[in-house]
């Protein structure tokens, strides 16, 4: 079966655009805080602000860069005994202003979904968006330092309850406070590039 024109063009391409884009393997450090859950009575409780892990994957993209960000944050509640942890998977874009010679700033943006693993909620898969802004530092050809600033949103399920127990050993039932919970993140991460 003889390839057809098409397929060989379409493919010459691909080669040629990933033989000049440059790849970008970034794993992150940080911590993020954000999030409420509300108990029977409305009494408001905050996921504990915890250290987050994250990695982004990108190639170039004109003047900016294009991924897969993933990341993750292990918490619990304030004055409840309930554990919860998010996970974040975004396919983002930012684009990337240079200041001076080894030195870059960048804002950008993320669409994708998330993962609530948390006993008070049925569902717990949701729509999430992220915004960041960042500086890069390039230590080589290949190294560069970023620190970045993240809002993350996402949908959550706050239609179903859960028991807790408080401090005190009394029984409570909470959800989260809203459908839509917001966190923000600072970040510090090695950036690779090849």
């Not at 994957?57 to 991924?67: S, Y």
């Not at 996402?154 to 028991?163: G, H, Q, R």
Request: with cysteine; proline share 2%; glycine share 8%.
């Amino acid at each position: 079966m003889k390839p057809s024109i098409a397929s060989l063009l379409f493919t010459s391409a691909i080669i040629s655009h990933s033989t000049q884009a440059d790849i970008y393997v970034t794993p992150w450090v940080g911590y993020t805080l954000g999030g409420e859950v509300v108990d029977q009575d409305d009494n408001e409780y905050d996921l504990k602000a915890s250290e987050s892990f994250a990695l982004a994957v990108e190639a170039t993209l004109e003047q900016g860069r294009i991924g897969l960000y993933y990341a993750t944050q292990n918490s619990s509640i304030d004055q409840v005994n309930e554990d919860s942890a998010i996970h974040y998977l975004h396919l983002q874009s930012s684009i990337y202003y240079p200041v001076e010679k080894n030195f870059s700033t960048y804002v950008g943006v993320g669409l994708g979904g998330s993962y609530t693993d948390v006993d008070w909620a049925d569902d717990k898969y949701g729509f999430s968006a992220s915004l960041f802004g960042g500086m890069e530092y390039n230590l080589s050809d290949n190294i560069a330092i970023n620190g970045q600033l993240r809002w993350l949103g996402t949908v959550v399920d706050n239609e179903t309850t859960s028991v807790c127990n408080l401090p005190s050993s009394e029984a409570c039932t909470i959800r989260f406070k809203t459908d839509w919970m917001n966190q923000f993140s600072a970040n510090i991460g090695l950036v690779i590039s090849f």
